[in-house]
């Protein structure tokens, strides 16, 4: 079994580090406060996030997941955020009792499967979802607390909370947690730009409602030690200047460090026994191969000067606006960066962490660096 994973939450023995992280998200949950998280994407907010509530849950906590990303409508909303709180009730049969003096036009129904287990579903019964079915449902986190435990929950991709507005869902979400005593909200996601506007300007619904709180790639030393592990066990000798390597032509993005590695593994399985540069610039080549029709098709059908800007950014993506930078790239000028930047960051080819802008998809990068 290859002992590198990405593209999903990594758990248990596949988490390495984060503690420091970890115990901040704890601490100020409990303390009875709400987080705003946000990172780039593929640094491991969800698989943090999920470590946090293993520890929540041990104090005692119930803890819900919630992920916007699927949702499309207010129903579809309304029926994976009840799927949502059902998932942590040990006594559903309760909380359809609860539900259902709770929420007025919709049905909450309880079958049971094959093997005994009950199953939660909802009936909209033909009525009509709106404000006030939603406020109603925003209200069932609280009433589930009881009136010893505590609730957590925990909203994935909330830039996408924009979805909603057709109700004012954040307003309306805002004033929940101000109501709420028993109820404590994480709020996490990638769109960093968006998420800064909901939480930081005054205008905005959520301003000043949650503590901030980012992350960056893993520590290098943490990560070479996790992977002299990990190839051990297959008895695969790393050393450092390769892990350094591996490191750095994946920006230190976890997902791709994990990605990179898996491929290495895959190659290198019944053959080598010691990762070489050589045997990294291979399987580097044979990724960025893998997805050369998409990259070419990606960079083609940018404008000039988003091609230009993304030149430049491969070798720097400090201080953008500046004469220097404009003269040392040849760029026509900061206004035409300005929308050049905008539109990438919006296609999510390009993010920006405090004051730098980088190619989220470092194999896209070597990509440009070795094709134009
Ligand atoms: N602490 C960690 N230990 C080991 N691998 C990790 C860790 N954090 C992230 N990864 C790697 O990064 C991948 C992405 O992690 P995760 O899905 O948690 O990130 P995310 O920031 O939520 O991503 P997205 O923005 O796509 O939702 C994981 O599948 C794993 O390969
Ligand atoms: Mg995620």
Known sequence: MNPFNYGT???GDNFYDRKEECKRIVRVLSGGNNIVLYAPRRFGKTSLVFKAMEELEKKGFICVYFDFMPVFSLES?????????????????????????????????????HDGKPEFSIDFMGGKIDETTVSQLLDLPEKIAGFRKRVLVFLDEFQDVEKLEKIN?????????????????????????????????????????????????????????YLR??????????????????????????HYIQLLSSEIWQYMIN????????????????LIELKSDYYIELFDKQSRSKKQLLQALIKNGENIFSTAYIRTN?????????RAISGLILEGIVEKTNSEYFITDPFFKLFIEKNT
């Open 271 to 286: 053959t080598s026994k010691t990762v070489t540069k050589e045997i990294i610039d291979k399987c580097i080549n044979l």
């Open 77 to 113: 909303f309304v029926r994976l955020y009840s799927k949502a709180l059902a998932k942590k009730q040990a006594n559903l049969q309760k909380f359809v009792q609860t539900f259902a003096s709770l929420i007025k036009n919709i049905r909450p129904v309880l079958t049971f499967g």
């Open 330 to 338: 040849n760029l026509s000028g900061a206004a035409t960066i300005q």
């Open 229 to 254: 592990r990990k190839f051990a066990e297959s008895n695969i000798v790393i050393n450092d200047e390769e892990a350094l390597y591996i490191i750095s032509v994946t920006s230190n993005i976890p």
């Open 9 to 11: 939450i990594v758990k």
């Open 169 to 225: 869902f954040e307003a309306l979400l805002r004033s929940k947690i101000q109501q709420q005593e028993k109820t404590n909200y994480l709020f996490l996601g990638s769109k960093t730009h968006i998420l800064k506007e909901l939480f930081n300007s005054k205008k905005k619904a959520f301003y000043n409602a949650a503590f901030q709180m980012t992350i960056i790639g893993l520590p290098k030393v943490d990560t070479m030690e």
